[in-house]
């Protein structure tokens, strides 16, 4: 029945619906089927102690989307109710989400997750990509980040500018500065409407867990804006433009004397 209604040479639901089931394209799906086939054997079908076949690739694969896009009654709970993991993340304007770190609420906030954010760490330790730009006849050699203003008053944070005056230089900055910034939350947004697993209460009493199907929820989302960046609804900028791949960098960490005085920079 999960074949012929999606799978088949013709199948009975056409691409649309199978979108909106398993929140992405037939072939993206199909290619995450072979590649876990090929990767985990308990996603290839295989008999069972009595002979019979059991579930096929496709099926178990399925399962497993329907727990993310469909998600389940959670545990973790915020001050109001409401599910509330903290999650930070760097994303651009196309949607893709190059970093992302979450805490447990009570335990981190929009200040303190700075404290234990791998991003932030490799920048107070030197390891972070080497940037230089100058403003104002001023050099800095860090990159900078979009925020707000309850984030510390660092110079790798870029803040708006609050009650600017009408039709001046600092209204169009706060402008612009707060359209871009909008490109996080409209990447939440459209993670949060394909993985309801996300947007729910976490089921699983394990952080290693939550990591775990964060990140996944998170590395499907990148894998369907790239599959999809030629349709119109995303309008992104073609992944080759922008310049090569980032390569792997195994870095020595940095002293206690480097250390504080990068932090100190910053």
């Known amino acids: 029945m999960l074949y012929s209604d999606y799978f088949a040479d013709a199948p009975l639901h056409g691409e649309k619906t199978f979108r909106r089931r398993y929140r992405m394209s037939r072939k993206l799906f199909l290619g995450i089927v072979n590649s876990i086939r090929e990767f985990d054997s308990y996603f290839k079908c295989k008999m069972d102690c009595t002979g019979t076949l059991g579930f096929t690739s496709i099926q178990k694969c399925t399962t497993a989307m329907r727990m993310l896009a469909y998600g389940a009654p959670g545990l973790y709970k915020g001050a109001k109710s409401g599910c509330s993991v903290v999650l930070e993340a760097v994303a651009t304007q196309d949607l893709w989400i190059w970093h992302s770190f979450f805490g447990m609420p009570g335990t981190h906030n929009d200040i303190n997750v700075l404290q234990c954010s791998p991003v932030f760490a490799k ?31 660092w110079s790798t944070f870029v803040k708006t500018i609050s009650n600017p005056m009408p039709r001046g230089k600092n209204a169009w900055f706060a402008k612009v500065h707060e359209a871009c910034r909008k490109d996080v939350e409209r990447a939440f947004g459209v993670l949060q409407s394909r993985f309801a697993i996300v947007r729910f209460p976490a089921q699983t009493w394990s952080k290693d867990q939550m990591w775990e199907i964060m990140t996944c929820c998170v590395i499907l989302h990148n894998m369907i804006i790239e599959s999809e960046q030629e349709e119109p609804v995303f309008d992104t900028e073609p992944y080759y433009s922008q310049g090569p791949l980032a390569q792997v960098d195994h870095q020595l960490p940095a002293t206690w004397t480097n250390y504080l005085n990068m932090r100190q920079e910053i």
């Open 123 to 153: 920048l107070v330790e030197g390891h972070s990509p080497p940037v230089k730009f100058e403003v104002h006849g001023r050099h800095y050699n860090k990159g900078y980040y979009l925020a707000d203003g309850i984030y510390p008053r």
